[in-house]
């Protein structure tokens, strides 16, 4: 978001509406899925029980479109708040003939527009990028109220990592430390997200039951699989967050040109290696 834009209107940290953006969710979307070893990798695939699903903030629509090609039997609706990224979506959709992918545009952070018991999974992957601190709450209330008894709420989130750059570090940190001044994250001290620390606080308070998790690491290195798509979201994600981090005091423009340089030739360096940790946490709605 325009840091200066309404809360009511978006609370996305990039811009919804921007091609740059889409491209660079597109990226990651496949980068994450990668990551995590496939589109549901805790159930070992197997989702036979599985009918209806939904996707919180769905962007472009990529994860959407892979578990609708994936699982033919599976209905999947997709939303989010960008028109852009919903006609986008709907297009690609189209063309491809999957006829079990929907999308609409929808705000996440209000009352979701669906029956109660209308679904039998609800996905969300890296929300924290639009959800304040104080929307959780409310957020997960309404997934588990469309969700059938006994259906998954399931949530996957990052908390960054680290690389042997300094430079790529002090991004990151930047990074933390806007969405600290905004009120999304649960870091004490915003030096990291802190969403991981707050997950199943947050699914146990909602309601949710048998709630378990497992853990996942990405490595961007010359050489590895997804090290070009690795490095385009590092250089993307910060070129695009520049002038948000410059207004709201955290860097200036000379340091950040200064950073951002060094960070682009580090990860050119034949001795790169970057981390990234995130966490898929998975509760059931009480049957």
């Known amino acids: 978001m325009p840091i200066d834009q309404p809360q009511e209107e978006s609370t996305y940290v990039m811009d919804a509406e921007s091609a740059t953006e889409m491209a ?8 994450m899925t990668q990551g995590m070893g496939g589109l549901f990798v805790e159930r070992a695939d197997d ?3 599985i009918h209806d699903v939904l996707d919180i903030g769905c962007g472009p629509g990529g994860w959407v479109q892979d578990v609708a090609f994936t699982y033919p039997h599976i209905n999947v609706t997709g939303i989010d708040i ?7 979506a709907s297009a690609y959709a189209r063309v491809q003939h999957l006829k079990n992918a929907s999308f609409r545009v929808m705000d996440a952070l209000k009352p979701l527009d669906f029956p109660d018991n209308s679904f039998d999974l609800v996905n969300a992957r890296f929300i924290v990028g639009f959800t304040p601190k104080t929307s959780w ?3 997960l209330q309404e997934c588990k109220r469309i969700l059938r008894p006994g259906g998954i709420f399931r949530l996957t989130e990052s908390e960054g990592g680290f690389s042997t750059s300094q430079a790529c570090n002090d ?3 930047w990074l933390f430390m806007l969405l600290k001044r905004i009120g999304f994250t649960f870091s004490p001290d915003g030096r990291s997200i802190g969403i991981m620390l707050a997950m199943r606080r947050l699914l146990r308070e909602a309601g949710f039951e048998n709630i378990q998790k497992m853990a996942h690491v990405t490595e961007t290195a010359p050489g ?24 709201m005091g955290i860097t200036t423009p000379e340091e950040f040109e200064r950073v951002y340089d060094t960070a682009l030739r580090d990860v050119l360096a034949d001795d790169f290696c970057a981390l990234g940790f995130f966490v898929t946490m998975w509760g059931q709605k009480p049957a």
């Open 137 to 139: 709450p409310a957020l």
């Open 224 to 247: 590895l699989e997804g090290y070009s798509m690795g490095v385009n979201n590092i250089k993307v994600t910060f070129q695009t967050l520049m002038p948000t981090l410059v207004k």
């Open 82 to 88: 960008s028109k852009q990224m919903i006609d986008y």
């Open 24 to 31: 660079r969710l597109l990226n990651q979307d496949r980068l």
């Open 171 to 173: 991004l990151s940190i």
């Open 47 to 49: 989702l036979s029980d």
